[in-house]
């Protein structure tokens, strides 16, 4: 991993290659990403309370994030950045593959939505600072997560609002997540490798390391009659804010 | 579909009660809409007491209230103050009343009153364009959005569309969505009746083996004359014989089941009639579609709660909605219609499913079946618990309210 490390900090290629074969299907609902389309209100909302809960705006408004850049890192064919870019905020996309990107610029066309998408690794870009960074369902698939956590940072302004999800490295999660789901073939098989998913303790750690004070982890849980919604259990999938703490020392 | 046309948040087709009253929520939501008619809002508003009446529930009421039609239609509400069920006028009545006196357990309009007052609100509405006279020649929907071509060419665009045009909805049958369907052999007739005696803000439900005999409690005339609504269940094969008949006929048709309730009746409005049946779609969703009110599911008229129904699909849409464009979402966008659909297929599939059961109870001929029923109503009567809940039930009350539906 040392050599690969060099030239390709935190994108693992057989990573981004599972999903750029996926990129075709993103945006329908009822197909191989049904599981993100369901998962997208549930996150949506944590989201937007931490938006308004950041910034002071009114929850009953539509656009909380008008003059806010916005930075959605592994954002695959843009599920996040379309809503982001709804509500308001100047959007950029970045993705290890370029299929996604190429299917995430198609859809916002035909959206009629100004997005910017890149493909390739985030500490190659000179792209500044952003008001809001997320990373869903991204930091289990890259393979340095401390290098991938200082990046996201290194892009997040100074009072900079990052929001991160990420499943939790429990017996649950196993069994569920990545032995059953992909059994019955709910997620992609594939999709997960339970060993690289980050307990929020350790998330927690890895954001400190940054100067970054986490949030306390809201789960994301699954129930038959609820399907996903937000929940005190993290023993599946779970959400997190963070927020600097100190200025940084730079 | 053209890029310079007026894209909107929905488009209604469909501008009766239900659509009427979707788009004026939608608007105080802040979202834009399209509504398409074929009607000419000259005719459904033209004077006349036709009879047509509605039951708006407690919860219906709530949701005028939230969207400012209620200031406009309060005077001319009939509230029910109880809710009288009969078997054929024999002893062993079952009476509904609410515990405060001050509470109703719905107030009745007339159709006509309602559309005014909607046409009225929506004319002020900047966020509602309406397009009256209008027939749809084609409908579109795809990833992106949906469209409409009208009979003059003219394009619409929206980025959900809405199927509100009652039972037959063409809406539904071009998106191929299915529709269980039974009839009932039998026909509501309506009309309206004014009668000597103050009707009490009493609501009558007799029930004959033919059929229910509903008496529902208008506001007095202008000039102080008692009215009610009639809506007379009769066998499909007498229908048109009932519909044939003169006045004086008809009024002592009624008469006779009737009994003296209201005294003499002095008057009886224009007849008409429609085929009753039980109407349900397996879905009432599909790409970036939503059906509302009867072209979703089309009841029973026995209860009074079709209208109730409509409007309850109505709250929970548009919370649906104003949630989804929260987050940032479009309204078309599938988690939406997937949560409208989990909320309101059960509850509709319910209401039909109990008022289609009431029907075939009442409609067991004979003196033992009879005597049944009246056993049953007595024991609801001594059952406060069993009451409560069928008055929640006729409120609207009862269940997973939304929002807009909530005082």
New interface residues.
Partial sequence: MADARKAKLTIREDEAAHFGALAAEW?D?AGSSAML??L??VR??F??EAIDLHWGTS????RPLAGKLSLDVGCGAGLLC??????GAEVTGIDAAPENTAAAAAHAE???LDIRYMAGELAEQDIGTFDLVTAMEVIEHVADKPAFVAQLVRHLAEDGLLVLSTPNRTAQSRLLLVGAAEAVGAIPRGTHHWSDFVTPEELADLLGAEGLKMSEPRGIAFSPFKGLHLSDDTSLNYIVTARRTAPPST | MSDTSDRRDLLILGGGLVGMTLALAAAKKGMTSHVVDRADPADLTAEGFDGRASAISTASWNLFTNIGLAQRLEADASPISKIAVSDQLKPGQLDFVPDDPADTLGRMFANRTLRLALFEAAKDEPLIHWHARAGVIERRRGEHGVSVRLADGKELEASLMIGAEGRGSPTREDAGIAMANWQYDHRAIIAGLTHEKPHGQVAWEIFYPAGPFALLPLKDDADGTHRSALVWTVAERDAAGVLKLGDRAFTAEVEKRMGRLFGAITGVGPRSSYPLGFHHTATITAERLALVGDAAHGIHPIAGQGLNLGLRDVGALVQVLDDNLRLGLEPGEAQGLARYERWRGLDAFMVALATDGLTRLFGVPGETASAVRRFGMAGVQRLPVLKDWFMDEARGVSGDMPDLLVA
Avoid: F, S, V
């Avoid at chain 1, 929850?59 to 539509?62: D, K, V």
């Avoid at chain 1, 379309?82 to 509500?87: I, K, V």
């Fill in positions: 945006w609902p389309h369901r997208n209100p949506l909302a989201l937007r929850i009953e408004g539509r379309e809503p982001l870019a709804r509500m035909g959206a009629k």
